[in-house]
């Protein structure tokens, strides 16, 4: 039972990890900047998301003609309609910082998507959606062309609800706890 704590306790506190800089500087910052970058996203088993999206659509399409156009509209608008704005709802609320994505900020944040699972509900059985994310600050005072980041935060695997059939929705909920867990190691680590 004490292995099993440990265990927990290990992969709780690895949701998120530092791998570079420090966020100190963050101390007395109550805004930031984010942008999200959906640049090389890797969907479940498919690989590269287009692959993804040319195969759920044409699945879409074999059942109802047009259809498939409607998906991937649908696919793409969720990242506006879902994940980013539970991600920031929660980091908000956990780091005690907002996230604008409006510039003016002195520092940006860039959410970088690498990998989704998208999840599934079949009614009788329904698993988790996950995303991982690679999150860098910079300075945006900082206007060099090879810019470097102040720090680099890596987000492996953070499962968010199941029991939603609607995808959006269920992948929402995984940058929701992304945004939670983030905020609170950043409100932890700013200090």
Known sequence: MLLAGSLFATATSQAQDLVKGDLKFLKD??????????????????????????????????????????????????RKAHYQPKFEELFDKYADRTLNEEAGARYMMEVHTKFIEVGYNVGISSGKA????????????????????????MMNDVSGGKGQFATGIRIGEAYAKAGKSLGKFVHKKAK
């Open 29 to 78: 910052v109550k805004e930031l900047q984010v942008v999200y970058v959906y640049d090389d996203v890797t969907v479940g088993k498919d690989g590269k998301e287009a692959n993804y999206v040319k195969r759920r659509k044409a699945e879409k399409e074999s059942k109802t003609p047009g259809s498939g156009d409607t998906w991937e509209q649908s696919w793409y608008g969720d």
């Open 130 to 153: 996950a995303v991982s994310l690679e999150i860098y600050i910079y300075d945006t005072q900082d206007t060099s062309p090879k810019r470097k980041p102040l720090c680099k935060i």
